[in-house]
């Protein structure tokens, strides 16, 4: 519940940055098949109050999961990796650090949906982080990574015209698409 509470939030915080940059706002990018963002401040289901609300909310209950979690745990590891996956999940798009719009986006979400979410659950469940639990949550975190890298693609130009500098922008559809593969291949290896 914490984890999905505080994934929950950052993507509300993304949508209020992607929004406030112009790019889910853009009319090249709402015309994609599969926009990344939810496009609730664009179609006007919720304000930017409501979506900012509602963030708080569940970093809020995500936080009360992570005290309660590490009350059972010795040395605060719960907290300290519930603090790393919420800095680093809500600089994803907020400034300053912006870290999607500056093209570290694919590392960080292998990070987020990898190591840190997989090794924080083994160690909640069994109190240590195996080689087996991190080497499986490198797993999850590559296919993570690799969606969001070939997502980036059918958006490249709405990106680039909004400042987004993913991997797909920087290099080109045509030297982007040369690492699918290799992304592709990699979860199995």
Excluded: W
């Excluded at 069994?126 to 490198?138: I, K, N, R």
């Excluded at 693609?153 to 991997?167: C, L, S, V, Y």
């Amino acid at each position: 519940a914490g984890l999905v509470a505080l994934q929950a939030g950052v993507n509300l915080v993304n949508d209020l940055y992607d929004d406030a940059s112009g790019l889910d706002a853009d009319p090249e990018f709402a015309r994609l098949a599969f926009p990344l963002g939810s496009r609730v401040l664009q179609d006007g289901s919720l304000s930017r109050a409501a979506v900012k609300r509602a963030a708080v909310l569940l970093f809020g209950l995500g936080a009360v999961c992570g005290v309660v979690l590490d009350a059972v745990h010795a040395g605060h590891v719960v907290l300290a990796l519930g603090l790393v996956g919420f800095a680093l999940g809500f600089a994803y798009t907020a400034p300053p650090l912006r870290i999607a719009y500056r093209g570290f986006g694919e590392p960080i979400t292998f990070a987020l949906f990898g190591p840190v979410a997989g090794g924080g659950a083994s160690y909640v469940y069994t109190g240590s982080v195996s080689g087996g639990a991190l080497a499986a949550s490198c797993v999850v975190g590559l296919f993570a990574m690799t969606i969001l890298f070939l997502h980036h693609f059918p958006q490249r130009d709405a990106d680039a015209k909004h400042g987004k500098r993913t991997p797909v922008v920087r290099l080109g559809p045509v030297r982007a698409g040369r690492l699918v593969p290799a992304m592709l291949a990699a979860p199995f290896a």
